[in-house]
């Protein structure tokens, strides 16, 4: 079911995104805040999803779990029996391997054709991956997800906010998108999420504030900058909906009620 649109990414990742230059690899040297004033702030994002994640289980499935890539990634899953990893990219499997060996299951196909059993994964990750699927898609996606989920327990994505303050700004003086790199992706309204309560229970946390690129250009890469983003974890603890709202990622935690 790889759509045109998403035949980018599906190469991208496979040709390049995965490989290494300078010790990090393309995605994150594109799409990640690599400098040391960031270090704390995008490490404690990523644990994030530890309070959301369960305790204990047997299975964990990463949905487009790539290589693997951060140390905060493998938490996830340590106190799971197995983690299923699912993802195009024959590299980033074969690096998943390396990293979880016998402790992980891997899946080098399209996702809409793996038939997982229904009410199989104590817990599903989706971290910044529905978005990159086509929009008329994504519905089928997450309703995959929901339906091979347990009962009550979370499927937890990553997604994007497409009506930021910044793109408001932005609007005000450019109708013009860019697309870094021409990989597709979609964004959703957030009022988007709210047609699967019949079925579950959703609830929205911030995870983090800016886009790599306007992360960097916000905060200057000093001690400064590193206090500003300290304080902004804080603010994003406390004014929770707002940022839902008004910010670039946020956390959606599903919970099948049936």
């Avoid at 983690?83 to 016998?102: E, M, N, P, Q, T």
């Avoid at 609830?203 to 504030?209: D, E, Q, T, Y």
């Avoid at 206090?227 to 099948?256: A, H, P, R, T, W």
Wanted: charged share 25%; hydrophobic share 35%.
């Amino acid at each position: 079911m790889i759509n045109k649109k998403i035949k980018y990414v599906n190469k991208f990742y496979n040709e390049s995104g995965w490989h290494k230059k300078n010790q990090s690899t393309l995605d994150a040297i594109l799409f990640e805040d690599l400098r040391d004033c960031a270090k704390k702030y995008v490490s404690k994002c990523r644990l994030k999803l530890l309070n959301h994640i369960p305790k204990k289980g047997t299975n964990l499935l990463d949905f487009a779990s790539g290589p693997i890539q951060y140390p905060e990634y493998l938490k996830y899953s340590k106190n799971f029996k197995l983690r299923h990893c699912v993802d195009f990219s024959k590299l980033a499997i074969k690096i998943a391997k390396k990293k979880i060996g016998k402790r992980g299951k891997f899946y080098c196909k399209d996702f809409f054709k793996i038939k997982f059993e229904k009410d199989f994964f104590d817990c599903i990750l989706s971290l910044h991956t529905i978005y990159h699927i086509d929009k008329n898609l994504q519905l089928n996606a997450v309703k995959k997800l929901l339906n091979i989920s347990k009962k009550n327990s979370p499927v937890i994505i990553v997604y994007s906010n497409p009506n930021t303050i910044l793109s408001r700004i932005k609007r005000i003086f450019t109708n013009k998108k860019k697309n870094k790199n021409n990989l597709y992706f979609f964004c959703h309204p957030i009022s988007w999420w709210s047609q699967f309560e019949k079925s579950a229970h959703v609830s929205i946390k911030p995870w983090r504030s800016f886009s790599s690129d306007h992360q960097k250009i916000i905060f200057p890469n000093n001690y400064l900058g590193k206090k500003l983003l300290d304080f902004l974890f804080i603010m994003e603890g406390i004014f929770e909906s707002f940022f839902i709202n008004n910010f670039q990622y946020y956390v959606v935690v599903l919970k099948k009620n049936n």
